[in-house]
């Protein structure tokens, strides 16, 4: 499979635990995106890189998140002392390039309890 | 806020065509729209893009109008497994994704 690969697929929490998210884009693609989706909305932009690159992050993502793509390939998403608020999916894109069509991975949802 | 605008919900009798239809009157001359769709918890799904021209693809096609203020999807013979949720987007420079709310198309035996 050369798609988008995310895991876990599904997190299960506890209010203030840290959970960690892996992202393994397709091979080559520079541009990295993660996005977060509640329940009923479509898909909010949180950050992405190129290669290694933070280029940009949203207002969305709080200072207990935390992205990093150490050396250009797979991406994580942590974030610290969860809050029932954090409950979503978090999806993971990639690109080529900045022109390029994003293909998304199956996501992981996420569920603070 | 996403810059497009498009109906809540349509229905669509299987074997038939679906047009979804998207406004984005404020559109750019350099920005494309896009199109995605999300079948109930999975990850949005690529379907087809375009700028100016009229588009085709496996999945389905795109019809731009001319002064690019609107455009719509068709899906030429839409099956039961067409039922998602399809998202009109228009795309920044930076590459980012806005979504909306899109459209919940469902197709009906």
């Known amino acids: 499979d050369t798609g988008v690969s995310q895991n876990p697929r599904h997190k299960i929490t506890k209010r203030g635990q840290n959970v960690t998210f892996r992202c393994d884009p397709i091979?080559?693609?520079?541009?990295l995106y993660w996005y977060r989706q509640t329940l009923g909305q479509g898909p909010e932009f949180l950050t992405y890189?190129?290669?290694?690159?933070?280029?940009?992050k949203s207002r969305l993502l709080s200072d207990r998140f935390s992205a990093e793509r150490p050396k250009g390939s797979f991406s994580t998403l942590e974030i610290q002392r969860t809050e029932q608020g954090d409950s979503a999916m978090y999806l993971c894109?990639?690109?080529?390039?900045?022109?390029?069509?994003?293909?998304f991975g199956p996501g992981t949802r996420l569920t603070v309890l | 806020d996403a810059k497009t605008t498009q109906p809540p919900s349509m229905d669509c009798a299987e074997g038939r065509a679906a047009n979804l239809p998207c406004n984005h009157s404020?559109?750019?001359?350099?920005?494309?729209v896009y199109w995605y769709r999300q079948i109930h918890s999975q990850g949005p799904q690529y379907i087809i893009h375009?700028?100016?021209n009229n588009e085709t693809n496996e999945m389905a096609s795109l019809i731009i109008t001319e002064d690019r203020k609107s455009s719509t999807l068709i899906l030429p013979h839409a099956t039961l497994r067409d039922t998602a949720v399809y998202y009109c987007?228009?795309?920044?420079?930076?590459?980012?994704?806005?979504f909306g709310q899109g459209t919940t198309l469902q197709v009906k035996p």
């Open positions: 987007i228009v795309r920044f420079n930076t590459g980012k994704l806005i």
């Open positions: 894109a990639s690109s080529w390039g900045q022109a390029d069509t994003q293909y």
């Open positions: 375009g700028l100016k």
């Open positions: 890189f190129q290669n290694e690159a933070q280029l940009e």
């Open positions: 404020t559109i750019s001359g350099n920005e494309y």
């Open positions: 091979s080559e693609h520079n541009r």
